[in-house]
């Protein structure tokens, strides 16, 4: 397949022209993300059916004619497994694509699981077997090589063929709207705003700490995930999660106390151990009535082992019932998320309420098939 290379504005402004007649866009990102917080695009791909364009964004300032094409809402944008694409769209423009499908979400409502790769599905529909030797090449450095340009341009030049058989099967087993609402709800979760005040809750073991203790690691997470966004760096490059939890436990006061920690890391005491003094001393500052609550272990809610066996149960009823895989209704963290939710633990209801959003499995297609049929088996089975 021939493509185009667009290095510059009016180029690419004028291939956004063509592709804003399109009914269906296949597109792709290519980006590096290995000691960055966030992903640094190296390549957007994207085919229409008749021009396969792979546009340069490290030689184009200004990518607005592409951010314009991926809201349009008139043009289906198709893409394979876009979480990733969706954090590249979201920290390079804030762009919240519109009308857009994701193949892979497609594939699961048909039987393939939820995690096939781009390569697998291009072999099941075609018997082509792709060369994914370039996926973990660096895709910031210029020039780019032939190979690549090829490996790149492969990914959606398949996806582009592929998409209307796709369709055609969907809707044959009437899951089309689903993988839509699926796809919905993926973009939803991934331009939700960070809430830097509720950090401190994704650390292993916080539930281990008191709420003085927590205090201390709900600033710590605060400060590391904001030095990290002002830095561009992985949250563990700024300080590790362990040292975290052992400077918010022990709550050293000096250098010197920081320094006989088990558990921290030397050199982020090096580096970072006056910055975390100062937090853990801003912190101190703080009501005592305003401190977190202690966090509720799910797994120690009486009875959760035989509750979460029967919300399993329900979900294969259910799966079986309308035809679908069990993974497709709920998976494990899914089902937790809704027990947690249920039973309020760690003011569940209150953090959701406050987002307006209830957990997964009481979202979109999942509410209007089990929703209220699940809320009455737990009211029923074991409400508290």
Partial sequence: MQYQLIEDHLSLQTLCQQYSKASVLAIDTEFVRTRTLYPR???????????????????????????????????????HACSEDL????TNANCKPANLIDSQIMMSFL???LSMGYAAMVEHFTGIELDKSESRTDWVKRPLTQKQLNYASADVEHLFAIYPKLVTEIEQVGRFDYAKQETALLIERKFTPIDEEQLYRQIKLAWRLNSKQLNALQHLAKWRYQQAKKRDLPLGFVVKEHTLMAVAQHNPQNLAAMNKLDGAEILDIRHKGKAMLAVLKQASLDNEIDYPNKIQRLDEYPGYKQIFKSVKAFMLTVSEKHNLMIENLASKKQINQFLSWYFDLNEAKQLSG??????DILMAWRDELFGQALQEFADKGFKS
């Avoid at 954090?87 to 979201?90: A, G, I, Y």
């Avoid at 406050?354 to 957990?359: F, I, L, R, V």
């Fill in 354 to 359: 406050a987002n307006e959003t209830p957990p």
């Fill in 111 to 113: 039987g393939h699981g």
């Fill in 87 to 90: 954090e590249v769209f979201l």
């Fill in 41 to 79: 695009l190296g390549l957007l791909q994207v085919f229409d059916g008749q021009q396969l364009a792979l546009i340069d964004p490290i030689a184009i300032d200004d990518l607005s004619p592409f951010w314009q094409l991926l809201a349009n809402e008139n043009i289906t944008k198709v893409l």
